[in-house]
Every structure is written in structure tokens, then in C-alpha cells.
């Protein structure tokens, strides 16, 4: 899910204020769903299973919902986006469904999106920079202060990676492929599962005979790619700064304190949990907006999870490449 601010989806009639933190009294003890977490993920599953009708509580431990989403004062007379600085994730259906629009969301592109300074002490004229942002013309001329081969390059290397894009980006929207049970299960389930192969299938077909060349990008360190396309420096900085990026998973949200424990029945089955005051609140389901290991190594019980799951998640990298500073 995307950086953005939540504060208009606060509201949103009906779907996420009655689960707000600062509504009077306790909460009541039975829910369909209950969310851990308020950040900007655990709003959008709140507000989808709102809509379709399903009572959901969700649990914060912060004053504000939001999580990395969240605008502050940090510097008195300042508000600041805390963590998140780009949308480029904002899937548009969500966009569209939750009418995020007619609740006051707006976006500003940036243009130009990248500078990069140059430290450099040459007499008779000041530092040079580069600028780079939607005018193509523009950002080769910007390019070519350092390399008329890297301007030259620039288009065919954006019309690469935008292939790329176009291969990849359906695959945010599609459910994983079901390898276990085409390798595993039974014939008719096999069948079935062969559908969830089709989005790979597709963007296999897109990417082409250069799929090994994009293999590369995606496992390649991204110094190595740019090498292959460019030869001056101050190119390379901003393009791996874009790259890396994405690159990896994103930090752990602020929004891990109010439950204490997940509750799971006998059956291995999460009926509810238990907020650090003792009181328990049960539903049919219960998402978790914590970090994998939070959740299964610190909120589940861990004798009902198996030892390699439980290996696995403890190996499970969560750090981010990314350093915010405001």
C-alpha cells in the first residue's frame, strides 16, 4: 500500500470512525473482524470490509490512525508527512472505491522529480547540477552536461524499464500463484490453480524475447544495470536512488502496541485477541497491519505454529533501503 495521508478518510461515514480509538466507552466484545493496527493498510481493509457489511473494530495504540501515512507537527508551525513521501502504490481501484477524491484527497506530481547537486570547485562558473523531471527534450539536455552518449540513451533506457512496468504492474493486483497445489494436488484443484499462473503467463508474453535481460534488472544489482546503459556519474546517482527505492520491503508501522495476544482456539483457528488491559475481544476474523514477525513470533502463540514456518519468518527481512529525513 502507497504512502498517503488517512486523516480525510476519517470521514468516510460509517467506516472507520465508529472503530476510532477516542469514540466513548469500551469496546464491545464481538466483532466480525478485528484489525491490529491503524495504519494506512489496516484502514483500507477496514473500510472494504465496512462497506460490504462487515462490523470491524480496529485497534491503535497511537492517538492518530495512519501509521507511516500520518501527518504531523513535528517542528512547531510544521507538519510533515512522518514517513511515507510518495503514492506511486495507491492502487486505483482503492482510489476509485473508497471515492477518496470526494472526500478531499489530492495529488501533486512532482515535476521535476529528481536533483542531484554536484560538489565541484571550477573557476569562472558555479557548480553544475542535474534536473530531472516529465520533459524528455529537457532532461536530455540536463543529461548531456556530462555525457551526449548518456543523453542519447536516456529515452531507449525509460521505454526499457517502462516495459518493465507494464509487465509487472498487473501483477499487484493479482492473487499469488498457487504452485503447491499444481505440483501437489489433486486434479481438479490442479486445474484451478493453473488459472492463477495466467497474470505471470501474460507478463511473460509482454516482456518477450528481453526476459532475461529483465531478469537481470530485477536480481542484478542496480549499480550494474546503469553501467550497462550510462557513463557518467551524476546520472547514476539519481537512477539508483529511484531503483533501489522499491527495492525492498518497506519499514515496520508504528502501529504494533495495543494488542497483547492473538487468541487461537484448539483447532488452530484466531478467534479474536487480548489488549493489554485483559480485556478480550472476539471475532470471526482477525487481520493483522503488524510486521510479520510481530505478529507470529510475538502475538501468536507459538507452540501452535510449525517450527519451519516459524523459521522462516524469524529469516524474513523487513529492513528497508530508504531514509527519510524531515
Given at each position: 500500500?502507497p504512502a498517503m495521508?488517512f486523516?480525510r478518510?476519517?470521514q468516510?461515514?460509517?467506516?472507520?470512525?465508529?472503530?476510532?480509538?477516542?469514540?466513548?466507552?469500551?469496546?464491545?466484545?464481538?466483532?466480525?473482524?478485528?484489525?491490529i493496527?491503524?495504519?494506512h493498510n489496516?484502514l483500507v481493509a477496514?473500510a472494504y470490509?465496512?462497506k460490504?457489511?462487515?462490523q470491524?473494530a480496529?485497534l491503535?495504540?497511537r492517538?492518530?490512525i495512519?501509521?507511516?501515512?500520518v501527518t504531523e507537527?513535528i517542528?512547531p508551525g510544521?507538519k510533515f508527512?512522518?514517513a511515507?513521501?510518495l503514492?506511486?502504490?495507491?492502487?486505483?481501484q482503492?482510489?476509485?472505491d473508497?471515492?477518496?477524491?470526494?472526500h478531499g484527497?489530492?495529488?501533486?506530481?512532482r515535476d521535476?522529480?529528481s536533483?542531484t547537486p554536484l560538489?565541484?570547485?571550477v573557476?569562472?562558473?558555479?557548480?553544475?547540477s542535474?534536473v530531472?523531471?516529465s520533459?524528455?527534450a529537457?532532461?536530455?539536455?540536463?543529461?548531456?552536461q556530462?555525457?551526449e552518449k548518456?543523453?542519447e540513451?536516456?529515452?531507449?533506457?525509460?521505454d526499457?524499464m517502462?516495459?518493465?512496468v507494464d509487465?509487472i504492474?498487473?501483477?499487484?493486483d493479482?492473487?499469488?500463484?498457487?504452485?503447491?497445489?499444481?505440483a501437489?494436488?489433486?486434479?481438479?484443484k490442479k486445474?484451478?490453480?493453473?488459472?492463477?499462473?495466467?497474470?505471470?503467463l501474460?507478463?511473460?508474453?509482454?516482456?518477450?524475447?528481453?526476459?532475461?535481460?529483465?531478469?537481470q534488472?530485477l536480481t542484478?544489482p542496480?549499480s550494474?544495470i546503469l553501467?550497462?546503459w550510462?557513463e557518467?556519474e551524476?546520472w547514476?546517482?539519481?537512477?539508483q536512488?529511484?531503483q533501489?527505492?522499491?527495492?525492498?520491503l518497506?519499514?515496520?508501522?508504528p502501529?504494533?502496541?495495543?494488542?497483547e495476544q492473538?487468541l487461537?482456539?484448539?483447532?488452530g483457528?484466531a478467534i479474536g485477541?487480548v489488549?493489554q488491559?485483559?480485556?478480550?475481544?472476539?471475532s470471526?476474523?482477525v487481520?493483522?497491519?503488524?510486521?510479520?514477525?510481530?505478529t507470529?513470533?510475538?502475538?501468536?502463540?507459538k507452540d501452535?505454529l510449525?517450527e519451519d514456518f516459524?523459521?522462516?519468518?524469524?529469516?524474513?527481512d523487513?529492513k528497508?533501503p530508504?531514509?527519510k529525513?524531515?
Amino acid at each position: 500500500m502507497p504512502a498517503m495521508s488517512f486523516q480525510r478518510l476519517k470521514q468516510i461515514p460509517g467506516i472507520v470512525r465508529r472503530a476510532y480509538s477516542k469514540t466513548s466507552g469500551k469496546p464491545k466484545l464481538k466483532y466480525d473482524a478485528v484489525i491490529i493496527g491503524g495504519g494506512h493498510n489496516g484502514l483500507v481493509a477496514a473500510a472494504y470490509l465496512q462497506k460490504s457489511g462487515v462490523q470491524c473494530a480496529v485497534l491503535e495504540r497511537r492517538h492518530v490512525i495512519g501509521g507511516a501515512a500520518v501527518t504531523e507537527e513535528i517542528v512547531p508551525g510544521f507538519k510533515f508527512s512522518r514517513a511515507s513521501y510518495l503514492l506511486s502504490l495507491l492502487r486505483p481501484q482503492i482510489y476509485k472505491d473508497l471515492e477518496l477524491k470526494r472526500h478531499g484527497l489530492k495529488i501533486y506530481f512532482r515535476d521535476p522529480h529528481s536533483f542531484t547537486p554536484l560538489l565541484e570547485n571550477v573557476s569562472g562558473r558555479p557548480p553544475r547540477s542535474l534536473v530531472l523531471g516529465s520533459d524528455m527534450a529537457e532532461n536530455q539536455r540536463q543529461i548531456a552536461q556530462f555525457s551526449e552518449k548518456d543523453a542519447e540513451a536516456y529515452p531507449k533506457y525509460e521505454d526499457f524499464m517502462n516495459r518493465l512496468v507494464d509487465a509487472i504492474d498487473p501483477l499487484l493486483d493479482a492473487p499469488p500463484a498457487d504452485t503447491a497445489t499444481i505440483a501437489q494436488g489433486p486434479l481438479t484443484k490442479k486445474l484451478k490453480a493453473l488459472k492463477t499462473l495466467r497474470p505471470l503467463l501474460k507478463a511473460g508474453v509482454t516482456l518477450g524475447s528481453q526476459l532475461p535481460k529483465y531478469y537481470q534488472v530485477l536480481t542484478a544489482p542496480i549499480s550494474k544495470i546503469l553501467d550497462e546503459w550510462f557513463e557518467s556519474e551524476p546520472w547514476c546517482n539519481p537512477g539508483q536512488q529511484r531503483q533501489v527505492r522499491g527495492a525492498f520491503l518497506p519499514c515496520p508501522p508504528p502501529c504494533q502496541g495495543t494488542v497483547e495476544q492473538i487468541l487461537v482456539d484448539d483447532t488452530g483457528r484466531a478467534i479474536g485477541v487480548v489488549l493489554q488491559d485483559g480485556t478480550e475481544i472476539r471475532s470471526n476474523v482477525v487481520l493483522s497491519n503488524a510486521t510479520p514477525h510481530h505478529t507470529f513470533l510475538r502475538l501468536t502463540p507459538k507452540d501452535l505454529l510449525p517450527e519451519d514456518f516459524l523459521a522462516l519468518i524469524s529469516q524474513f527481512d523487513a529492513k528497508s533501503p530508504v531514509t527519510k529525513i524531515n
